[in-house]
């Protein structure tokens, strides 16, 4: 039998680190039961983006600048530390997987021992996107047989049953010190309403105890989206939204007009000239924005075309299309920058051009199974 890839390995490492996380979370008897979950979840995470940055030939290590020889410490070589991974992973400093993950690496700086129960509180919607995030994550890259879900469990919390557990949670909240009040209100004042409605920042629920049969529903854990709501289911759910639950809104922000707009065809000549490999508007360009969804399906209509990530994209109303900014330029040539990265966003190995030249003036030839190598 064929060894595993290394990146398995690094897979493997990174679930036994969210496991041992979650099970703390949850245990009675763990001594600091949310720094040690954010302690071991950030590993997690360091691992797993490790694992997908191996699997798609990025260089994720510190080189010295001008020998381009690896940084090492106590002889290993020095990789990327999670900030620097976070950055690469969601270039978009505002998507709400990487808001969630730089409030969770400040938090655990700012973790008080002796103030813990209440941050747990405060912090809860916050950890729960946090794992449902690694897992989302985990599965996305590496498929449904990595995933940690049944291995999980709904802890049984019987004080949130009572009024009496509810009212000591709400004191043991109200009791943190003003900075740490404050950590929360100042984290979330700089975030947009997208963000801040978005469950992959802060995930909130309500557990309301059933009084009908048990049913195969039981699950019924429900998200609702505002724009699918009839007026009158509208008026009362926002009325419920005053007591905790969460309605997810979609908010257009538009795209500034000072920038500089380029075409499909731009974009790819952009891309090929700093690969080297061909790239073109009718086949490979495609393939990129599906892959990182900066805008809608082409079957998208009315309000749903303006659905983009205004940072990389916008749709032109003017002339029924879209148009691309140059940070999606340098998006596609970073996470390209490989053969084997170029296939996995785009779907097939890269393909060479006649008398094919980098920008940087080194040549590239074929090598085995349609690839190439820089001479």
Known sequence: MARR??????????????????????????????????????????????????????????????????????????????????????????DPVRKNLELTVKLRNKVEHRWERGLMVASFG??????INYEKELVAEFGVEYSIANRVHFPVALSTFSREGVAALVKAQEELPKPLRDFFIEFRAGLTDEVLSDKQFEFRIEIIQKRTPKSEADLAVEFVRLDDLTEEERVAYEGLEKTGRVIIREKLTPAPDDRDWLSPKEV????????????????????????????????????????????????????????????????????????????????????????????????????????????
């Open 5 to 94: 890839p290394r990146w398995h390995y690094m897979v493997l490492a990174s679930q036994a680190e969210a496991l041992t996380a979650v099970e703390l979370h949850n245990s009675v008897l763990a001594p600091r039961p949310l720094e040690s979950f954010l302690v071991h979840m950030h590993v997690a995470w360091l691992y797993l983006l490790h694992s997908e940055f191996e699997r798609k030939g990025v260089d994720f290590h510190y080189r010295e600048q001008g020998t381009q020889r690896f940084v090492r410490v106590d002889g290993d070589e020095k990789s990327w530390e999670l900030e620097k991974c976070i950055v690469h992973r969601w270039p978009n400093s505002v």
């Open 126 to 131: 916050f950890t729960q996107a946090h794992i």
């Open 268 to 375: 790819s000549a952009g891309v090929q000239g700093k690969l080297g490999w061909r790239f073109v508007a009718s086949a490979e360009f495609p393939k990129a924005w599906q892959h990182f969804k900066v805008r809608p399906g082409t079957n998208a209509v009315g309000e749903a075309r303006k659905k983009t990530i205004p940072e990389y994209c916008r749709f032109d109303k003017r002339y029924e299309s879209y148009s691309y900014t140059r940070e999606f330029v340098d998006l596609l040539v970073r996470e390209c920058a490989t053969p084997e990265a170029f296939e996995i966003v785009i779907g097939w190995p890269p393909r060479p051009l006649p008398n094919t030249c980098r920008d940087d003036g080194r040549s590239l030839v074929p090598r085995s199974k349609g690839r190439l190598k820089s001479v």
